[in-house]
């Protein structure tokens, strides 16, 4: 029984430190990206632009020469174009500018890929939703393991001290049996009774710091 060591129950509260915490962090930042690039495909755009500048002749007679320049753009995203164009005329003989002509066309695509994207998009949002609920549920699950093992640790630490008030005690008592019986003054069966409680006191010892080294392993374990 003296080969028990006597437990080592240092332990403090931290979430962060526990790998069942973490992996359902790491988890739920995992689907997060993921939910933020699918996203992002649909606000993704791409603009080009265009400009033409030509030289001509008016109903192809020499000296009627013009000038037509033009400007064109172009917005498309994943299911729509839009297109822009600007296109004016300068008469150079009769130094005169035509108004401009402007047009705008776009178009939208409907595609079964739309429907898919939106089933995708749902089923990461979902996926977002049960990764917090997860990581809520490890963080939860955490703290009540901790506030249950802090308070048996506190249980242990004053049974352990009550333990050793009464072996010693119950030792201060044997040995004054002891003195007694010597001079004459006690039976034989009350020194002997004395004795039979202090070894019974090695016992309760022995399965307090058993119970104690349990309560060590839990704390490494939950600092795992």
């Known amino acids: 029984m003296d080969s028990i060591p006597e437990p080592v129950l240092d332990f403090s509260s931290n979430e962060e430190g526990s790998s069942t915490v973490f992996m359902q962090s790491l988890a739920l930042s995992i689907a997060k990206e993921d939910l933020a690039l699918k996203m992002a495909e649909f606000e993704n755009k791409s603009l080009q ?13 020499p000296g009627n020469e013009t000038i ?3 400007f064109s753009a172009t917005l498309s995203g ?8 600007v296109e004016g005329t300068y008469d150079i003989t009769a130094n005169d500018f035509i108004p401009p002509a402007v047009s705008v066309s776009g178009s939208w695509s409907n595609n079964p ?10 089923k990461l949002q979902n996926e977002v939703l049960l990764a917090e609920i997860a990581y809520a549920n490890a ?9 249950s093992l802090e308070n048996r640790i506190a249980s242990w630490n004053l049974s352990f001290m009550l333990l050793e008030q ?3 005690y ?4 044997l040995q004054q049996q002891q003195d007694l019986a010597e001079r004459g003054l006690v039976a034989k069966s009350e ?4 004795a039979f409680t202090v070894e019974m006191d090695a016992y309760d010892l022995a399965t307090t710091l058993l119970s104690g080294l349990q309560l060590e392993n839990e704390i490494r374990i939950l600092q795992i």
């Open 49 to 61: 632009t265009g400009g033409s500048l030509n030289l001509g002749a008016s109903n192809n007679i």
């Open 68 to 70: 037509t320049p033009g």
């Open 78 to 85: 994943k299911q729509f174009s839009l297109t822009g164009k």
């Open 113 to 122: 890929s739309s429907t898919t994207d939106s089933l995708t998009v749902q």
């Open 139 to 147: 963080k939860n699950d955490y703290q009540q393991s901790t506030n």
């Open 166 to 168: 009464t072996m010693d």
């Open 170 to 173: 119950h030792k201060r008592a």
């Open 191 to 194: 020194v002997d009774d004395a």
